[in-house]
């Protein structure tokens, strides 16, 4: 299938591993022209290296997405996106009682704020130029909070719920909006997680936890002209570990 977006230029936040990695690497496959964005320049180098194999080599911008500073920085040198995918690491996993208001701004500036102010900014060239697609990476924890992980439960529900009004707001100018979900995906993150991640496995109805590159090519679906009648949906990309009942 053609998804029909060779061509156009995507920035990718997170991009460095995991599953913005993923993403940019799906991404490039169709032709895009992507931005890769993370904190650390050396294992973006390395990651814009992997997916130039393969053609061009992507631009890189080492910078915080949490940050005002961060974001215009990826902006100048990737002004007019047509697709944008965010994605920052996710908040660390600690009992609710102690967690202070720092830790809770933090969340909210990377998990929260990173895409609201993003797509914020991006938005209305997408809908002047006819044609725009946001995917925000967030979390299964939308669907079935994860003790200890309250911080992600929080923060990603808020977004969630900006996007669900945002995402009507624009959909008559050729712009979707839509939040990717990844559950127990094997990427640092999840074995950062340590036994939490084995018990979330465990209950995988598929028996494994997911590829990577399966999150990757579910989001370049949902940038593609195919995809033109989804928007403002929360599709998990879990091996079916959420049901409806949770
Ligand atoms: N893997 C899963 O199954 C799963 C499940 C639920 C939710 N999630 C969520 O999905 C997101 C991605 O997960 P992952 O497993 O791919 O995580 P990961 O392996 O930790 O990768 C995170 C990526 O984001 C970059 N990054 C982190 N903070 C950043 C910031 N403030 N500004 C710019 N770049 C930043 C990292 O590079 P630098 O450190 O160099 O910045 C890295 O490239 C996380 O929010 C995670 O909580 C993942």
């Not at 102010?117 to 044609?131: A, N, P, S, Y």
């Not at 979900?181 to 997911?210: N, Q, S």
Request: hydrophobic residues 45%.
């Amino acid at each position: 299938m053609d998804l029909g977006i060779a061509g156009r230029r995507a920035l990718v936040c997170g991009a460095s591993r995991g599953l913005g990695f993923a993403c940019a690497a799906a991404l490039a496959d169709e032709g895009v022209a992507v931005t890769l964005l993370a904190r650390h320049r050396d294992t973006l180098a390395a990651a814009a290296e992997r997916i130039g194999a393969g053609g061009v080599v992507p631009q890189i911008v080492a910078a915080d997405i949490a940050t005002e500073t961060g974001r215009k920085s990826v902006l100048e040198a990737c002004p007019e996106p047509d697709i944008v995918v965010t994605n920052a690491g996710g908040p660390p996993g600690m009992d609710f009682r102690a967690l202070t208001k720092e830790d809770w701004t933090a969340a909210i500036e990377a998990n929260f704020l990173s895409a609201v102010e993003l797509i914020r900014l991006t938005v209305d060239g997408m809908t002047q130029r006819g044609f725009g697609r946001i995917v925000n990476v967030t979390s299964l924890t939308v669907r079935s909070p994860v003790p200890q992980l309250d911080l992600s439960n929080a923060t990603r529900l808020a977004l969630t719920g900006y996007v669900a009004g945002v995402a009507r707001q624009v959909a008559p100018h050729h712009v979707t909006i839509n939040n990717l979900l990844p559950g127990t995906i094997a990427t640092e993150r999840i074995r950062d997680l340590g036994d939490t991640a084995t018990k979330l496995i465990a209950k995988v109805p598929m028996g494994r936890a997911g590829r990577p590159e399966e999150f990757g090519v579910a989001c370049a679906f949902l940038c593609s002209t195919r995809a033109a009648y989804i928007t403002g949906q929360n599709i998990l990309v879990d091996g079916g570990l959420c049901s409806f009942t949770v």
